[in-house]
């Protein structure tokens, strides 16, 4: 199916594209790289099958956005999920769940019980990591915006990297439960809760502007009260300003002044309510809603911010035949690459 000889208001026809949109990778100006990788995740897992659940549910998303006139137009590719990456997955989180569980029993991170099994899924993660990279590279390359699904938090740390070497400053925006500011957290050096901490060991990453944070540890705390490079909207301070009068708009507006002309949006998906995303790895009571989370993005785009790439993580599916999850994941997805690629923007 081109195009030419597609129906906006027909049915979308599943063929392994996000939404079922017509475009080749090769003819697309924006690139959807499914990463199905959780295997750090330290609660509960299954933000590998996310990528595959949020292509199944899309199909079910109209195409009109309110924002972007003709947003099917927008030609949006989509690599395969890569079966070799979820295979390896699946080895090396049972691997990670061994290492988990000895250290819930008392165990310590540099036993000699657990070391092997470490340095295993160390190697295998940075891996992943190199693998990420080296695609995003290649398309970023061909000047096409890279989007990275996830997976767990881990993933998009190779694209974060590539982005470095195309752009010399850029700021993220983490829409997140979690700082993710944790240092190896149980000795994983790329867990997915120490994306952020790695994210900054890259020097092009000039901010961290962080919102809807709500679990968080005194080391992370610290941190970010020792680094003026991160910026933390809390959401019990969220909650807070809304309770005592200040409305959203204005909210969005401090969070979005901290941020440099070129953004990129690290957006894990446990940063709303629960309701919205009930089996995610480390689901958080309070966050924000669903329409507080898009009016944030378009308020950074009506601010004349680029948005140069973005990651969705940590959707994962609930029982078959529930797609609530990869429902709400693949709205927040097109709604991110609408306003990335916003050829017009009606807002």
Partial sequence: MTQENCNPNGISVPNGCFF???YSVEEAEFVFLPVPWD???????????GPQAILE?????????????NAWTIPLGTLPIEGEILAQNGQMR??????????EQGGEVDDAAIATSLAKVNQACADLNHWVYTQSQKYLDQSKVVAVVGGDHSAPLGLMQALGEKYPNYGILQIDAHADLRQAYEGFTYSHASIMDNALKIPQIS????VGIRDICQAEINQINDDSRIILFDDWQLKANTYEGMNWA??????ISHLPHQVYISFDIDGLNPSYCPHTGTPVPGGLDFNQAIYLIRALVKAGKKIIGFDLCEVAPGEPGDQWDGNVGARILYKLACLTQKPQLKI
């Fill in 94 to 103: 049972a691997i990670a769940k061994q290492i988990i569980e000895h250290l």
């Fill in 39 to 49: 295997v750090t995740t330290s609660y509960r897992e299954g933000a590998s099958l």
């Fill in 57 to 69: 549910a899309s199909v079910q998303l109209d195409w009109y956005d309110f924002d972007v006139p």
């Fill in 20 to 22: 079922g949109l017509p």
């Fill in 250 to 255: 204005t909210q969005c507006q401090q969070i």
């Fill in 207 to 210: 901010r961290l502007v962080q």
